[in-house]
């Protein structure tokens, strides 16, 4: 008894009994702060811009939680929300958080208000979801017309490799050849010098038969010879002249081909450099590629940022090993469950967007980051009718990542009777303003292991469209202002296929039959102004290479000329009365 | 600091059992050394409280020893890693980690699986060192410098006022 009364304190139990309620209290009151942070947070964290709740309400039967007034900032304009929700209320399931286990059997979502407008603008924390990257700037390259500049021609005549500059060098090469052949050659043949020879030889012989006309005829053998050796250098010296003829003439006509062939070239490269009617793309591509491209940047973004929250990393043992947890946390090793579980788990979400008075219904299964535990892929679906700018929509589909190595995303929508609000479409050669229309439109698209493709048709209705100037200073631009106006609607295919990294668009719709001459047309004058650029360059570039090669070629007149005479005056030695 | 080292000496000094501060101590170090908030710490607290130990050297226990596992965490972490990973008690962690009572403990935590093994397996040899380091204090230490005139100059002192001044508390 002693012993007991020595180690026993009866009242401590009392005092233990106070300090528990007390830090029961405590939790209780300090536990909505920590889940309204936490609510902060992480939607800060997916969206990028500062989230607002203005209350979260701990309600002990049912376990629960009731959170009154989420504001998401719009990260486009600050002074909106992007999302209002009124209320989110759910009840947690005790037994499993025993367990450490958060799940949500079903959360009513009500009252969400897209665009409501903020007490006080809020903060901006990353990159705003409408803007492109510079990466994905280069994707939308596609449907951008080539602008024909100086660089662009300079580029084209390094790319290309022109024949001229080929032929020059061969003809100089052939000029050079002939020149030094016809140069050896003509050294070879009779002379001037040997010409007189004979001159003398003749005159010789005229003397003598003036002076005994009896010795002159014993003298018949040697004029016989005299003429026979005339003839047959005469003979010699006009074979070789036709030789050279027919060089000169080769020379000349590779001369006149050369001077021509810079045209050529010119148009060579605008051929395969300058704009062609396929380079320009679709008037489909023109008008609507840049927009469709970004609005696939816009959905990839959202994607990548989703994704992270439906696969748990799972770290192997030697990862553990390695990792060097923050001080005083630790790392939680995880066993086999009897009974798997995720640790998250929100099995039904309802919820009401209210848009322009009228109500948006929709349904989320099965929110988890643990589906490989579930076996059930996260499901939705929304839908509505006369939303204002809608009259119906539909947008359902499964984030099935069951299997994370090879997750399978599908996404569905529906779209009808919408008022397309104005929009600016197209290039700056070709700026088009879509000032109104309606749109049915049907959207399927499925991102499966690193693999997207997405269909995309639809129909425009009541349309409205005009061109903003005229068409990149070309003569298409009334044309085009006409054409466009008369438009009351239009269809169109779209098909985004590839990888999220490296994909393809292609756009079709009843525009481009419309104005496929057009295009063609564009195209047309495109090109002959880059032809007509790059003959000018390249003219001023082989200027000096074909004056020089002109130069070369006119050093083998003079030897024509040589050989014109020696045959001439070997011809009028034929003629002597000698003979 | 004048006053936490005159509480701790108040408590020495006290004519509490040795083994009443030594029990105190060692409960200190499982309070200390494992996280303050995790469960099994509210049965600390119950034992500290139902059984006669001394509260002061509880909570002075509890601030050196919540200091000390500051800068043994990455022991803690090593050892829990450890243990939780060993192939022979897979099957014992397995039927824990099913148990709910052992999953709100969070005893699959690294640093709390190493710090409460640490802190249960010190326990028994701290408690009988400390509680004979009680002792020898008392009977040779105290009486020694009571004697000495540093003792007396100590007495003198504004710390001394502070100390004889503290109320005692076991």
């Not at chain 1, 489909?284 to 990839?300: A, C, D, I, K, N």
């Not at chain 2, 049965?43 to 050297?57: E, G």
Request: aromatic share 8%; with cysteine; net charge neutral.
């Amino acid at each position: 008894m002693k012993i007991m009364k020595k180690w026993i304190r009866w009242e401590g139990i009392l005092a233990f009994i106070v300090i528990a309620i007390l830090l029961a209290f405590f939790w209780i009151v300090l536990v909505d702060g920590y889940v309204r942070r936490g609510i902060e947070r992480t939607i800060a964290f997916l969206v990028g811009a500062e989230v607002n709740v203005d209350d979260a309400d701990l309600t002990l039967s049912p376990f629960g939680f009731v959170v009154t007034r989420i504001q998401v900032t719009s990260p486009e304009n600050p002074e909106v929300n992007a999302v209002e929700v009124q209320r989110v209320a759910f009840t947690l399931d005790t037994a499993r958080l025993l367990m450490r286990k958060t799940v949500i059997e079903s959360m009513g979502i009500e009252g969400v208000a897209l665009g409501t407008p903020r007490d006080r603008p809020g903060r901006v924390y990353r990159q705003r979801a409408g803007e492109v990257s510079p990466e994905s700037q280069k994707r939308l390259l596609w449907f951008a017309v080539p602008d024909i500049g100086r660089e662009d021609i300079r580029r084209a005549l390094e790319s290309a490799n022109l024949e001229t500059l080929k032929s020059i060098r061969a003809l100089n090469q052939e000029i050079e050849s002939r020149n030094s052949f016809w140069n050896r050659r003509i050294d070879e043949l009779p002379d001037q010098e040997r010409l007189r020879e004979y001159q003398d030889r003749i005159a010789q012989l005229r003397e003598a038969r003036e002076r005994d006309i009896r010795a002159f005829l014993l003298k018949a053998g040697e004029i016989r010879d005299l003429y026979s050796d005339i003839t047959s250098d005469l003979g010699l010296l006009r074979s070789s002249y036709e030789q050279f003829s027919e060089d000169y003439r080769t020379i000349n006509t590779r001369l006149s081909e050369v001077v021509n062939q810079p045209a050529q070239d010119a148009r060579r490269i605008a051929r395969k450099y300058g704009p062609s009617p396929e380079g320009i793309g679709n008037i489909s591509g023109l008008l609507f590629g840049e927009q469709l491209g970004t609005w696939v940047e816009l959905s990839l973004r959202w994607h990548a940022r989703i994704s992270p929250m439906l696969d748990r990393g799972a770290l192997t043992e030697e990862e553990q090993r390695e990792l060097r947890p923050p001080r005083s946390e630790g790392i939680d090793v995880r066993f086999r469950e009897y009974a798997p579980m995720p640790d998250f788990l929100i099995r039904r979400a309802a919820a009401s967007v209210i848009t322009r008075g009228r109500t948006l219904q929709g349904t989320l299964q099965n929110i988890t980051p643990d589906q490989d535990i579930l076996r059930l892929p996260l499901t939705f679906i929304f839908s509505g009718d006369n939303l204002g700018s809608l009259a119906e929509i539909r947008l359902d589909g499964t984030l099935d990542h069951i299997n994370p190595l090879e997750p399978r995303d599908t996404v569905r929508l529906g779209v009808k009777g919408y008022c397309i609000p104005p929009m600016e479409l197209g290039p700056e050669i070709l700026p088009v303003t879509l000032k109104e229309g309606i749109l049915d439109t049907g959207l399927e698209a499925v991102l499966s292991a690193g693999s997207l493709s997405a269909d995309l048709s639809g129909a425009a209705r009541e349309v409205s469209m005009l061109v903003r100037r005229g068409g990149g200073g070309t003569d298409l631009g009334a044309a085009l202002a006409d054409a466009f106006s008369g438009i009351t609607g239009f269809s169109f295919d779209a098909r985004v296929s590839g990888s999220p990294e490296d994909y393809g668009i292609s756009i079709s719709s009843s525009h481009d039959q419309v104005f496929q001459g057009m295009i063609a047309s564009l195209a047309r004058d495109l090109s002959a102004k880059f032809e007509a650029q790059a003959r000018a360059r390249l003219e001023q570039t082989l200027k000096e290479p074909l004056d020089s090669l002109k130069t070369r070629a006119g050093s083998l007149d003079k030897i024509g000329e040589e050989l014109q005479e020696r045959i001439v005056s070997a011809e009028a030695l034929l003629k002597d009365s000698i003979f | 600091m004048l006053y936490l080292m005159a509480r701790i000496l108040n408590v020495l000094n006290s004519e509490q059992d040795p083994s009443q501060i030594s029990l105190a101590f060692c409960f200190s170090m499982i309070a200390g050394l494992t996280p303050l908030m995790s469960p099994h710490n509210l049965i600390v607290l119950f034992l500290v409280l139902f059984l006669r130990v001394n509260l002061t050297a509880f909570l002075i226990g509890l601030a050196i020893f919540s200091g000390i596992a500051y800068l043994l965490d990455p022991l803690f972490h090593i050892t829990g890693l450890a243990l939780l990973s060993a192939e022979p008690l897979e099957g014992l962690w397995t039927r824990m980690y099913n148990m709910p009572a052992f999953r709100i403990e969070r005893f699959n935590n690294t640093i709390v699986m190493g710090s409460l093994v640490f802190s249960l397996i010190l326990f028994v040899p701290v408690f009988f060192l400390s509680r004979a380091g009680i002792v020898k204090y008392r009977a040779r230490f105290l009486a020694w410098m009571n004697k000495t005139k540093l003792a007396q100059v100590i007495k003198a002192s504004t710390f001394y006022k502070v100390y004889t001044s503290l109320p005692f508390r076991g």
